[in-house]
């Protein structure tokens, strides 16, 4: 619809604003196109536009947007830097082919990439979502396309499969690493402005140790939860911390890669069966409604949360426009879609 039809489609709201703003920002600091502290400010600046900005888009609660500020402003006052050259907004092209031997060709982009000392390929994409949608069991789901980056540059250059690690940085979080009293580290996963909150039972443990009487440890503990850092916490509690970024691995192997061939080829397999219906449309309409209580469906689906789909289904009042050409209506061929067909021309030949 949005690329072979040219229809103007919604594909914004504050979550795809906000998360590209992020995606700059990061890429721009690993680039070293600007440094810890003019990343900081690029974010700040940024939020400062969108809070003075009475046509932005909005998040759902105060409360969402509280904590999904608080987290990020964190993310980009601590986030970790990388000793490798980074390569962002990497072109990548897969060629897939169906049981019958059919090629399907995609063409993505890697969020960045870079090779370590060992010559390991690491892919990363960057995350502003919540980590509960990237449990065990949606996982797999939710790495096809990282998947799909790891087969076409596999192709590409011939890497192994195990010399490619594929991650997902999720930026809303922190890994917390805390020792225990046998000297052994652990790690847990927690929201960026809430970690040292999170400790606050292992701090009640470990202050008394220290001879911090228990009305003291409180206040202090209190105190450091406030500024979400252990500041005023005796040193020595403090060397017993630590946080880094919080990365999901994806798990790949040859195997793994075969079998998402199978499944993604088995899906462009059924769509090109829908396409083929003669009354599509009814069709998705029975099969796939329009779900006024599903989050993806109000906020999300670029098609259900389009003003053509919402004119279409009386939830807003038609748009009043002048006489305009096809083009300006459904979007026709603009410079961004030229440049497309050039990339996939070049990646093709």
Not at 4 to 15: A, F, L, S
Not at 33 to 50: G, L, P, Q, T
Not at 78 to 96: D, S
Not at 286 to 301: G, S, T
């Amino acid at each position: 619809m949005l690329y072979i039809e040219k229809r103007r489609i919604n594909t914004d709201n504050v979550y795809t604003i906000f998360g590209s703003e992020c995606h700059e920002i990061i890429q721009d600091y690993l680039a070293k196109k600007i440094d810890r502290a003019e990343m900081s400010k690029s974010w700040a600046s940024f939020v400062e536009r969108w809070e003075d900005d009475p046509t932005s888009f909005q998040f759902d609660t105060k409360k969402i947007e509280s904590g999904y500020l608080d987290n990020l402003t964190h993310y980009f006052k601590h986030t970790e830097g990388l000793n490798y050259p980074v390569r962002n907004e990497k072109p990548v092209i897969a060629k897939l082919h169906d049981k019958d031997g059919k090629l399907l060709v995609f063409v993505g982009y890697v969020d960045s990439e870079y090779t370590d000392e060992d010559g390991n390929l690491h892919l990363i994409d960057f995350k502003t979502s919540s980590k509960t949608t990237f449990t065990p069991k949606n996982l797999p789901k939710k790495s096809m396309q990282l998947l799909l980056y790891a087969i076409a540059e596999h192709q590409r250059t011939g890497i192994p499969y195990d010399k490619i690690k594929c991650k997902f940085d999720m930026q809303k979080y922190c890994t917390v690493h805390y020792q225990l009293e046998s000297g052994k580290w652990k790690t847990s996963a927690q929201e960026r402005s809430q970690w040292v909150t999170k400790m606050a039972n292992k701090l009640k443990t470990k202050l008394p140790k220290v001879d911090i009487d228990p009305i003291t440890a409180e206040e202090m503990i209190k105190t450091a939860s406030d500024f979400n850092n252990m500041d005023n916490l005796p040193e020595s509690i403090q060397k017993q911390f630590f946080i880094t970024n919080y990365y999901i691995e994806v798990k790949i192997s040859e195997e793994t890669c075969d079998k998402l061939e199978k499944k993604i080829t088995g899906y462009c397999n059924d769509i090109y069966d829908l396409e083929s219906k003669e009354d599509i449309k009814t069709y998705l309409e029975i099969n796939y409604p329009y779900d006024p209580d599903n989050f993806y469906c109000k906020k999300l689906c670029a098609y259900h949360s389009s003003r053509e789909f919402k004119e279409e289904n009386g939830m807003i009042e038609p748009e009043v426009t002048e006489s305009l050409e096809v083009n300006d209506i459904f979007g026709g061929e603009d410079e961004s879609s030229t440049n497309d067909d050039d990339l996939l021309n070049l990646l093709l030949n």
